[in-house]
Each structure stands twice: as C-alpha cells, then as structure tokens.
C-alpha cells in the first residue's frame, strides 16, 4: 500500500510545512480503505457473506465493494434479485453547503427488478468459519458415504426399487443392480440388471436376469435402443424349450425365435452294435464284412415331424405342421403331442386269457395287463423330446438347443368295474387292470 508521511514533511526551503491538507489526507486515507476492499474477490465478485433475519441487517460483496443488506426481507424462493439504492447528502460548513458531500449506498433482497439489481442465482452464500469446521468433522463420514454409493453402482449390492422405463433407458454407465418391483420385463418385476458397454463409443448392452435364469438383452447404438422396449432373449437362451405337463397334456415355452428356427420332435433310437460296410461302393476288402462298433442310443428326428412356433415366452400346446412323409403320416398332422407319440406304443391282440398287450418301441418285452412272465412286464417308456433347431440351405443342422425330454410311458392301473362278489359273507368291489398312457418329464 501506498504511504503518507504525516510529521516530517519540509518544504522546498526546508521549512517544515504543513502538507498534506486535511481533505488531501482524507482522501489519501479512502483510498486506502477502498484498496483493502479488493481482499474481497477471496470469496468471488458476488456472494453474501451473512443473511438479513428480518431485525438484523446482513453484508454482501459485489465487484470490489461490501454492502450492507436491509434487515427485510429475508431470503426466500420470491427473491430474485439484489437491488443497490444510492443516496446523497449535503454537508453544511462555515456557512457554505457542500453539493453531496456524502454517498450512502445500500443493498437489499428483492422480488422484482429496478434500475441496478443483480440476479440471485448470480450469488453464492458463504458458510461461517464454525459451521465450516462443523463440516471437516463429517468430511469422512460423507465421503464414506459417497464412495459407498459409487460403488454400489460397481457392484451387484445396488438395489433400485421401483425402477421406471424412463430411468431404464437413460442407465448407460457400467454397473451391476437388483431391480425389484420395477417395470415389467418379459412379464417380470423382480430381476437382475447388469449394464456393459458394446464396442462403439456410445453404445451399451443391458441384460435383465429372471429368476429362474433366463437372460433378456437389448443394445443401444450412437442413434438410440434398438426397437421400442424390444428385449430378446440371448442367443443360448433362445434356443432353450421350456416345458410343463398339464393332466397329460404338454405345454411348452420358447423365447423369440429367428424365422428359420423350427421345434421338432426327436425320440431316442437304439443304434446297432454292428457297423455295415460291405455295400456296393466300399472297397474291395471290406466287401462282405460287418465292423462290431460300441451300441448306444441316439437321437433321430422322429418321422420329421415339425411343430408350430408360438408367441415368445408365452405357453402354449403345440402342434404338428409338418411330416417327411405327407402321405404315410398324413393323420398326424394338427395332432398335439399325445396324437403324435401314440404310435410309439402299439396295442397287440389280447392274450388267450383276454389281458391286454403292447408292443414299446426299442423294447423287447411286452407290456400287459396279467401276469408277467420273462417275456412281459407291467411298464415301459419311449424317451422323446423337443428341441429348436436351424438348419443350412442344404438341409443340414447348424444349430441346435438342448432336448426338452420326455418320457411317453404306458402302465398298468387298477380300476373299479361297478361290479361286486360275495367272499365269505363280505361283499367286495371288483377290480381290474387296465394299461393307461400318460407324460413324464426327465
């Protein structure tokens, strides 16, 4: 700062004068006071270092001035603005009156705007240096807070209740949630959410998780989500049949299929132990000659049945729409799968004591109604299953899901014929055997 020298000043003679005057040093003296002023611009060029409380009037600081600031009105969501009123005021002295000797300038909060107002959002407030130190004591606790919620985001600890499909599609940074009563994917409210980017800048995938495992997906590119709320099941899911057995009829569930998948029936097929090849193009020294090879049983498309494709993730009983052999197998079609495994399981003539006989396909007993014997029994079992496959333009399988199994079974029941016999003096129902083909899931 600039300095005066009141008590040694000498005039060009040497004399000791009496400079500086007293308005010379007044003045002097208010630059002085303006200048520490600058200090303000520490907090900012706007900001209001202590509130009106409606008695006591408050301090603010603007562009290198402090302010004093009217006890009301106090702040509030009205307040808009911060208004400065300038006032003058003539002094009188040794007979002579002095033009706006004084300016007073004062600063109030206020709703509307006038000649010199500074909008509100333009000021910060600052917090005292006790409530500032009250602060650094929590800093620990709110910054453990912080990184708890940073990490939650991180990590599959992150609850979200009531998730909407607006917060939904606006969730693009990575993380790992459970979402529970939110909006409904694949029918469901309660899933897991896990959000990854996929390769371009921009563009994410995010996975819904059910309950019993099966996974929903959709992606988002630089343009927005694909489709309108369109989530797919992924392509290991896809393929995956899901079934349920209903009084003997068989429900089944699919996700959304390509339009070149197709659901057939398959049934388990007992291989030959013996390899042929002596036919008419081997060479000559296999000619004639059978290989041993290890039996097994396999699974073959079962007289190329096709069935009908249903809405995703919505049961339904499906049905046959296609045959190999459209003449030999035309009954089948339109037939639900009871219809279509029927012939796995063929009713022989009845034996010479009138109990009924079946013939299991693969199986070398009979199954009948009386007594068994080493060449009958009372069950039997045909495995059959469903599976989605896509097959090459050449008509080869190039993909195919797992087999939702079956078994088409045939047993023995005992049931009441209405009629009655005496035994002992004791009247007794009557009963008889009777076979009876039902489902089984493996």
Known sequence: ???????????????????????????????????????????????????????????CYIDGEFYTLAAKPVMSDAIK?????????NIKADG?????????????LSSTSSSTCFPIDKFSVLVSNSALAEQVKQAPQVV????????????PMLVKSGLT??????????????????????????????????????????????????????????QGWAGDWAWHRTERDMY???????????YIRHGELPADAKIIVVRKKRRSAWRSTGGAKSYTHNKGKRIKRAPKRAWVHYKGIVLNNGKADEWYVPHCIAVANSKADADLLSKEMGGLCRPLIKQLPND??????????GVRKRVTTGKRTAKSKASGYVEVGIQVVRNDADGTRMVGGEVARLKYRIQNKRVNTGKTVLVLGITRKVYKRVCYRSFSMR
Do not use: W
């Not at 003679?13 to 308005?23: A, D, I, V």
């Not at 003296?29 to 200048?35: E, F, K, R, T, V």
């Not at 995956?240 to 068989?250: A, H, P, S």
């Open 1 to 59: 700062m600039q300095k005066a020298n009141y008590l040694n000043t000498r005039t060009a003679s040497g004399n000791s004068g009496k400079y500086p005057l007293s308005t010379q040093t007044l003045d002097f003296i208010q630059q002085q006071i303006m200048l520490l002023q600058q200090l303000g611009y520490i907090g900012g060029s706007k900001y209001i270092l202590r509130q009106p409380d409606g008695k006591n009037a408050g301090l």
């Open 81 to 89: 603005f911060v208004c400065i009123a300038t006032k003058t005021e």
């Open 96 to 108: 002579e009156t002095y033009a706006e000797a004084r300016t007073y300038k004062t600063a109030a």
């Open 144 to 155: 453990l807070e912080y990184l708890k919620d940073v990490l939650a985001e991180k990590m």
């Open 165 to 222: 499909r607006a917060q939904l599609d606006t969730l693009l940074t990575s993380c790992v949630m459970t979402c529970t009563n939110s909006v409904a994917i694949a029918g469901q409210t309660n899933y897991g959410l896990t959000v990854m980017p996929a390769g371009a800048v921009g563009c994410v995938m995010q996975t819904a998780i059910m309950g019993d495992g099966t996974k929903f997906t959709r992606v988002r590119t630089a």
């Open 240 to 250: 995956t049949i899901e079934m349920r057995i209903v009084r003997g009829v068989v």
């Open 352 to 361: 010479s004591d009138g109990n009924e006989v079946y013939s299991v396909s």
